[in-house]
């Protein structure tokens, strides 16, 4: 069978695409840990008052730089604990740790790779490091309603 010169070059070009993109992927989850958003986690968003760790969302320290912030989202709000602004100093690492009590949310903290959905039913979970002192809103980026703009917090990274 003959094979036309460009037919080869682009067919070698496809198979070396496959390779480049399969072996990044498998660098990615199994030497760099990266996973897609599990949402395998379940809760009963009708309980989330008494259900810990939602019964009392905000900042927890877990380690030196290592923190846990819970979060429960409902239209049109973020509850983070007491105060709507979360302080961590520079260099800290932050676990969102986050679900919803009536419809689907978003969760993104500009600036960051942190951005997931938040779910009616599920808890949702994602890690970020902040190197860069400043602050970051926390904004909804799925449309939940009339006050869909309104949604928002902050994470301030102070020296
Ligand atoms: Cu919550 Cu949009």
Redesign the pocket.
């Known amino acids: 069978m003959h094979i036309h010169k460009y037919e080869k070059i682009w067919l070698l070009f496809g198979i070396i695409s496959l390779l480049a993109f399969t072996v990044t992927i498998g660098v990615s989850a199994f030497y760099m840990g990266n996973q897609p958003p599990s949402c395998l986690v379940t809760v009963d968003p009708t309980k989330l008052d008494t259900t810990a760790p939602f019964d009392q969302p905000g900042l927890k320290q877990v380690g030196e730089k290592d923190y846990e912030l819970v979060v429960v ?1 409902s ?2 709000n973020y509850d983070v604990g007491p105060e709507k602004v979360i302080q961590v100093p520079v260099g800290s690492k932050i676990n969102f740790i986050g679900t919803t009590k009536d ?1 689907i ?2 969760f993104e903290v500009a600036g960051t790779n942190a951005n997931m959905m938040l779910e009616p039913g599920y808890i949702n979970t994602v890690e970020t490091t902040f190197n860069k002192p400043g602050k970051y809103t926390i904004v ?6 009339l ?3 309104l ?1 928002f917090a902050t994470v301030e990274v102070v020296e």
């Not at 909804?140 to 309603?145: A, D």
Request: some cysteine; proline content about 0%; aromatic content about 12%.
């Open positions: 989202a239209a049109f419809v949310h978003g909804c980026n799925e449309y939940c309603g006050g869909h703009h949604m």
